[in-house]
C-alpha cells in the first residue's frame, strides 16, 4: 500500500511538472513581442505556388441547389447532397453518377461517409432526421426522426423500459430508454399533445387540445379508443388510476374534468367545481382520489368511484401549474406561479414543507427583456415536478435552463442540472450586451438587416416597406427558440429520469461505471486473499471476496476460472447481498465476451437458484436486468 501511494505521489508530481512546462511555452508563444515565428521552406513554396482550375463538371441539378458534399478519398466517392431532400452518389474523377436516392423533402443540412466507404449519413435539421443508408445493398442501418416541435409530455412506462413524448407537432413517439431509438410514432391526433399516461396492461393514453383523449395499443401499435364529450373541449391534462379503469382529462373551458370507463368508452361523469382552467391531474397510488390543480388558485381532491364531490380543497397564493402524489400517497406536491413547492398532508390537510424554488429555477436573460434575469419575474416557476420512487426527493422543471431536485424533508436543493449550453436558444445566457437592446426597435438581435437570408436553401429577397431605408426590412423579425422544460418524469427504478425539452428528450442515470466499489471491506479481504482462495480451488470464497474488492479485472479472473460443474454450488451458497453485483458484472461482462455458453449457465442457476429473491426485488435490480437484455 506505501508503496502505491508513492507512485501515485510521483506521477501527480510529474503532470503537475508536466502540466507547468505546457503553460510556460503556451504563455511564450503567445507574446507576440518576443517571438517570431520565421516559415518554414515547405510554407515558402506553398506561398509562392499557384492554383489554375484543371476540370470543371455540371450537375445539371435543375431548380435543387448543392446543400453538402463529403468525399471519400479512398474509394473516390463523392456524396452531393442537394436542397430538395435528395442526394447523389458519384465516382470520381469521370463523376460517374452511382446512386440517387431522396431521403427528405426538406434540405439535408450534413453529409457524411464511414472510414470504408459503405455508409452514408445524412442529417435534415429543419426535420430532426437522421439516416444513415448503406448504398450497396440499398437499405436502412439507421432512420430516426425526432418531433418537429418543443416536446410537452413525458411519461415513463411501468417496468422503465420505455418512454413515451408528446409534442406541439401533434405526434406522440414510443423510445426504448436503453437504446435512445424511437420504434413507434402515432399521428393521430391534429393538435398540440398536452398529457401521457401509460396504462398498467401495455397501453398509453394522450390527451390533445384536438378535444381527443386517445387510448394506445404498445402491443399492436394502434390506437383502439377514442374518447370525446359532447361538447367540443380543449383538453389540458389527462390521468389514470392505479388499475386503469378510470381516465380523467382536464378542460380548458368550460373547468371541468371529465372522467370516462376505461373498457366501454362511455363518459361517465363531469366534475366541476373549480373556478379557472384546469392545469394538472394525479391520481393517488393507494386510493380512488383524484387531485386536480387549476389557475383558480386551489387543489381539489375528489373521490371518484363513490360519485362524491371534492373531499378536500387546498388553498394557494397562487396559480396552480403541477401535482404530484408521493409513492405512498401520504403527500402531495403543487408547484404553483410564484415558484414554490407545497407539500401537503393529505390526512391533516396541511402545508407540512414548502420549498421556494424561484431563485433556483432562475434562467437566463431573454433577448427582449429590458431588465437582467434576476430582476425579471417571468419563468420563475415551476411547471413539472415528480417525486422520485422512494419518496424522499421531489423533481421540477420549468421555462429555464435548470431542472432542480430537491430533499423534501429539509427542503434542501440537492443538485440542479443545466439542461442545454447552446446560444441559439433564447434564455441560456445571464448577462445579456444592453447596447443591443433599442428603445424603439427592441431587441436588434431579431432584426433581418441582411439584404439576403438563406431559408431552406433558396435566396430570398427581403422586401423593403415603402419608404424605408438601408437594407432589409426592419420589420421582419426572427425569434430564438426559448429554453426550457416542459414535463420531466422519473423512472419508476428511481435509476434514470427524463425531461421533454425544446432540443428534445433528455435522459440522466446513475454513474455506476465506479472501477473501485468495494463492500465491507477489511484487512484480510484483499486482491492476493482472491488469489490465493482461487489457487485452493475454494471458489465460493474466492468469488465472494472479489466482489467485496470490488475490481473488474479480479472478479473476471475469478469468474472465468470457476469450472462449469461448481456453478450451480457456488450461486446456491451465493447471499443475497451480492446478487445486485453479480447481475451488474454479467451486464458489463456480456458486453465484450466470447464466452456465451459461460454466461448462460451463469444465468440459468442464478434464475433458479434465487427466482424469489429476484421477484421480491425486482424494482431495485430493474437497471441490472436491463443491462443483460
Not at 513554396?45 to 471519400?72: I, N, P, Q
Not at 448503406?134 to 442501418?141: G, K, N
Not at 434575469?373 to 420563475?380: D, I, L, T, V
Request: net charge negative.
Amino acid at each position: 500500500q506505501e508503496e502505491k501511494e508513492a507512485a501515485e505521489v510521483e506521477v501527480e508530481a510529474d503532470e503537475r511538472q508536466a502540466e507547468e512546462q505546457r503553460t510556460a511555452t503556451f504563455l511564450t508563444a503567445i507574446n507576440a513581442d518576443r517571438v517570431r515565428l520565421e516559415p518554414t521552406e515547405a510554407d515558402e513554396a506553398f506561398l509562392r505556388s499557384t492554383w489554375e482550375l484543371s476540370r470543371k463538371e455540371f450537375l445539371m441539378l435543375g431548380a435543387d441547389k448543392v446543400s453538402r458534399t463529403s468525399y471519400h478519398r479512398a474509394s473516390g466517392l463523392l456524396v452531393v447532397a442537394l436542397t430538395s431532400g435528395v442526394f447523389r452518389l458519384y465516382r470520381m474523377p469521370e463523376l460517374q453518377m452511382v446512386h440517387e436516392l431522396s431521403v427528405s423533402n426538406s434540405r439535408i443540412t450534413a453529409a457524411a461517409l464511414n472510414n470504408t466507404g459503405e455508409w452514408l449519413a445524412f442529417g435534415v435539421a429543419r426535420q430532426g432526421q437522421l439516416v444513415v443508408w448503406e448504398w450497396r445493398s440499398e437499405t436502412h442501418v439507421i432512420k430516426q426522426q425526432g418531433h418537429f416541435h418543443s416536446m410537452n409530455a413525458v411519461a415513463y412506462s411501468r417496468d422503465g423500459q420505455v418512454v413515451a413524448t408528446g409534442a406541439d407537432d401533434g405526434k406522440i413517439k414510443i423510445w426504448n430508454a436503453t437504446t435512445g431509438f424511437c420504434f413507434v410514432t402515432f399521428t393521430e391526433h391534429t393538435a398540440p399533445i398536452t398529457g401521457l399516461a401509460f396504462l398498467p396492461r401495455n397501453a398509453l393514453v394522450s390527451s390533445s387540445l384536438d378535444g381527443t383523449v386517445r387510448c394506445y395499443d404498445l402491443l399492436r401499435y394502434r390506437c383502439f379508443r377514442t374518447l370525446t364529450t359532447p361538447l367540443p373541449r380543449q383538453f389540458t391534462c389527462v390521468a389514470t388510476d392505479p388499475s386503469g379503469e378510470i381516465i380523467c382529462a382536464g378542460c380548458r373551458d368550460p373547468f371541468e374534468i371529465c372522467v370516462w370507463n376505461t373498457q366501454t368508452g362511455n363518459l361517465v361523469d363531469v366534475l366541476a367545481g373549480h373556478e379557472g382552467p384546469i392545469a394538472c391531474l394525479a391520481f393517488s397510488p393507494t386510493a380512488p382520489v383524484l387531485a386536480s390543480g387549476s389557475w383558480d388558485k386551489t387543489v381539489r381532491t375528489w373521490d371518484i368511484f363513490e360519485h362524491k364531490s371534492q373531499t378536500q380543497v387546498f388553498r394557494h397564493s397562487s396559480d396552480v401549474l403541477a401535482l404530484a402524489y408521493r409513492p405512498d400517497g401520504a403527500e402531495l406536491c403543487a408547484a404553483t406561479l410564484s415558484g414554490h413547492l407545497s407539500c401537503w398532508n393529505i390526512k391533516l390537510g396541511t402545508v407540512v414543507h414548502d420549498i421556494e424554488g424561484a431563485w433556483d429555477i432562475e434562467g437566463g436573460r431573454r433577448s427582449t427583456d429590458r431588465t437582467t434575469a434576476a430582476n425579471s419575474a417571468a419563468n420563475k416557476h415551476f411547471e413539472s415536478v415528480c417525486y422520485t420512487p422512494d419518496g424522499t426527493c421531489v423533481i421540477g422543471c420549468g421555462n429555464s435552463k435548470y431542472v432542480c431536485i430537491y430533499e423534501v424533508e429539509h427542503t434542501m436543493l440537492v443538485k440542479r442540472y443545466q439542461i442545454s449550453h447552446n446560444r441559439a436558444l433564447d434564455g441560456v445566457l445571464d448577462f445579456l450586451n444592453s447596447r443591443n437592446m433599442d428603445a424603439e426597435a427592441g431587441a436588434l438581435d431579431q432584426l433581418n438587416v441582411g439584404e439576403e437570408s438563406d431559408v431552406e436553401g433558396k435566396v430570398l429577397e427581403a422586401e423593403k416597406l415603402p419608404g424605408a431605408r438601408g437594407a432589409g426590412d426592419l420589420s421582419s423579425r426572427h425569434y430564438k427558440p426559448l429554453i426550457g422544460a416542459r414535463a420531466v418524469c422519473f423512472a419508476p427504478t428511481g435509476q434514470a429520469w427524463a425531461a421533454a425539452t425544446v432540443e428534445g428528450l433528455l435522459l440522466y442515470t446513475l454513474d455506476e461505471s465506479l472501477t473501485f466499489d468495494p463492500l465491507e471491506l477489511e484487512l484480510s479481504i484483499t486482491s492476493e486473499a482472491a488469489l490465493e482462495a482461487l489457487a485452493r480451488k475454494e471458489w465460493g470464497r474466492a468469488l465472494l471476496i472479489a466482489l467485496r474488492v470490488g475490481e473488474l479485472p479480479l472478479i473476471t479472473r475469478v469468474f472465468e476460472s470457476i469450472p462449469f460443474g461448481a456453478h450451480q454450488t457456488v450461486i446456491t451458497n451465493l447471499p443475497q447481498t451480492y446478487l445486485k453485483r453479480v447481475l451488474r458484472f454479467l451486464g458489463a461482462y456480456a458486453v465484450h465476451t466470447p464466452h456465451l455458453e459461460l454466461l448462460a449457465s451463469w444465468m440459468v442457476n442464478l434464475l433458479t437458484a434465487h427466482a424469489a429473491a429476484f421477484a421480491s426485488h425486482s424494482a431495485q435490480m430493474m437497471a441490472e436486468f436491463r443491462s443483460l437484455h
